[in-house]
């Protein structure tokens, strides 16, 4: 017989959340709290998720998005989307105008003494932190006085998630979607210079145009990105047999400031790495090889050159990487891009795309999965 919905998703979520306080308790780790003081082992970037928990975290917060679709009023699903632009807003005001680093500092603290030392109006302080305590980034201990809930403590500064935010736009960019999808000049192209950040921000160049043209923001943008690799490095590291590649050349295709080959050349300690970019990145990446991994590179295992990708790779190299490049541009760039780098490529060389995929707490599967036993060692 079909298993009615609510019934699978509350299968599915029991089997997730079981599975999840089984790998807690047997990794010996404290129970989850979201008003905990200190982050929690498993929202440490150094931690290694097992298979076991990294699905059932994945599968409980799938069912709760496909419980939320369920459950919610259609209308009330309406009104929280068009609202969910303020969390954004208020996440970036809580951060830029020092709220979080404050709070850090103190177990709780008042509205008023918080605004006293912002010089910021206290009524309109208080909106603000209220709105994040219903998002789970505060807690409201009592009548106006906030601190900050785990997910907040990632706002601190030296963090992932506050490296990330460090990079404004997305805002201008999403409201420019409408008019990219809908404006003559724009609607039917591809063209990378014919896209919402265009619009946006008001110029002709494309977003990496744009960027060398403003090096302060193409640094601020480095780092975020930088953000992203170092949040997922261990299961990088983890998820790919890396060590069937020892002995090989590798070209870093867009290498960035070169972390990725930085971390890999720690890993394959018989292999080369090019780092190849644009020349006003190559410069900072070769400051950072020279600091962090001169050894390396006096062996010759780190080179850092420029190269544009959309011209013919001239590097001979068994491993050809990609990683958060393809995202950035069209259909016809990336084939473009991967073309023009296979030009010197043997025919068994390896192309690795690395992409980061955003969960969505939802998931956009029409049928549902039955409910699944996540037995140890899944
Ligand atoms: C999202 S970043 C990824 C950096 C790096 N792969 C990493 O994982 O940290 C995209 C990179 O592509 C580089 N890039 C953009 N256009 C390029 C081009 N035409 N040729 C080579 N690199 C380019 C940028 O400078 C930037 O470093």
């Known amino acids: 017989m079909k298993m009615d919905e609510l019934d699978a998703l509350q299968a599915s979520l029991n089997c997730a959340l079981d599975a999840l306080r089984d790998e807690l308790s047997a990794q010996n780790l404290p129970p989850l709290s979201s008003t905990a003081t200190e982050q929690h082992p ?7 998720s097992s298979p076991r928990i990294f699905e059932a975290r994945r599968l409980a917060l799938g069912c709760i998005g496909q419980l939320r679709n369920l459950l919610q009023v259609p209308y ?6 068009s609202f969910a632009v303020y969390d954004t807003a208020c996440m970036n005001i809580a951060v830029s105008t020092g709220m979080i680093d404050i709070l850090a500092e103190s177990p709780a603290l008042s509205v008023v003494e918080l605004a006293k030392r912002l010089d910021l109006h206290p009524i309109k302080v208080a909106t603000v932190l209220r709105y994040l305590a219903t998002q789970g980034w505060l ?8 601190s900050l809930a785990r997910p907040g403590l990632e706002l601190r500064k030296e963090h992932n998630g506050r490296v990330w935010t460090g990079t404004p736009g997305k ?26 950040f265009q619009l946006s921000h008001n110029t002709s160049l494309s977003l990496f145009d744009h960027l060398k043209a403003h090096p302060a923001e193409f640094e601020q943008w480095s780092k975020s990105v930088r953000s992203l690799g170092a949040a997922s490095q261990k299961a990088l590291i983890n998820d790919y047999p890396w060590a069937s590649l020892d ?3 590798f070209v870093d295709c867009g290498g960035g400031h070169g972390y990725l080959s930085m971390l890999l050349s720690q890993e394959l300690k018989n292999s080369k790495f090019i780092i190849q970019d644009l020349p006003e990145v190559v410069r900072m990446t070769k400051k950072n090889v020279e600091r962090e991994y001169l050894d390396q590179q006096k062996e010759g295992r780190l080179i850092v050159e420029p190269h544009d990708f959309f011209q013919p790779q001239h590097r001979k ?10 995202h950035n541009w069209s259909n016809d760039d990336c084939v473009t891009i991967l073309k023009k780098s296979a030009s010197a490529a043997p025919p068994e060389a390896k192309f690795l795309i690395i992409e980061y995929i955003p969960h969505r707490s939802a998931s956009t599967h029409r049928t549902l999965p039955a409910p699944l036993s996540m037995t140890s060692g899944a």
């Open 42 to 48: 498993l929202d440490d970037p150094a931690y290694l």
């Open 76 to 81: 009330e699903k309406v009104v929280e989307q």
């Open 139 to 146: 807690i409201e201990h009592e009548y106006n006085v906030f």
């Open 171 to 196: 805002p201008r960019v999403a409201m420019s979607l409408l008019d990219m999808m809908t404006l003559p000049d724009c609607k039917f192209s591809t063209s990378r210079e014919k896209t919402a």
């Open 247 to 249: 002995s090989k050349t």
């Open 317 to 326: 190299a068994d491993v050809y990487m990609f990683r958060y490049i393809l």
